[in-house]
Nanobody, 125 residues
Framework: QVQLVESGGGLVQAGGSLKLSCAASGRIFSNYVMGWFRQAPGKEREFVAAISWRAGNTKYGDSVKGRFTISRDNAKNTVYLQMISLKPEDTGVYHC??????????????????WGQGTQVTVSS
C-alpha cells in the first residue's frame, strides 16, 4: 500500500501563484511516476503534469504548459507543483497519484495505482 498526502491548496486571485506538495509513503518501488490531476465540478478528471522518478522526465497538460512546473525531492519522496499565472479555469480539486514500476509517463488517470484525497485550489477572477 502507498499513501499520498497533498497540501498547499487554497484561494488565490487570478494571476497569483500556489505551490502544491504531495508526500508519498509506504511500499514504494525504486522506479515510479508521480502525477497531478485536477477535477472541477461536473467535469472529467484532467491530466495536469507528471514526472518519472528515476530519469526526471516530465509531461504537462496543454492547458498548463508554460505556467506550471512539476519537480521532485527524491530524499523525501515528495512531488511539487508550482503554479503561476493562475486562471479561474484552474479551479478544482488537485489530486496526486502514483504509478508504480514505470519510467513511462502516462496521462491516463486509470493507469495510476494510488491516489491522494486531493486539495482544493480556487482561483477568483
Amino acid at each position: 500500500q502507498v499513501q499520498l498526502v497533498e497540501s498547499g491548496g487554497g484561494l488565490v486571485q487570478a494571476g497569483g501563484s500556489l505551490k502544491l506538495s504531495c508526500a508519498a509513503s509506504g511500499r514504494i518501488f525504486s522506479n515510479y511516476v508521480m502525477g497531478w490531476f485536477r477535477q472541477a465540478p461536473g467535469k472529467e478528471r484532467e491530466f495536469v503534469a507528471a514526472i518519472s522518478w528515476r530519469a526526471g522526465n516530465t509531461k504537462y497538460g496543454d492547458s498548463v504548459k508554460g505556467r506550471f512546473t512539476i519537480s521532485r525531492d527524491n530524499a523525501k519522496n515528495t512531488v511539487y507543483l508550482q503554479m503561476i499565472s493562475l486562471k479561474p479555469e484552474d479551479t478544482g480539486v488537485y489530486h496526486c497519484a502514483i504509478l508504480q514500476g514505470s519510467d513511462y509517463v502516462p496521462e491516463t488517470p486509470d493507469l495510476y495505482d494510488y491516489w491522494g484525497q486531493g486539495t482544493q485550489v480556487t482561483v477568483s477572477s
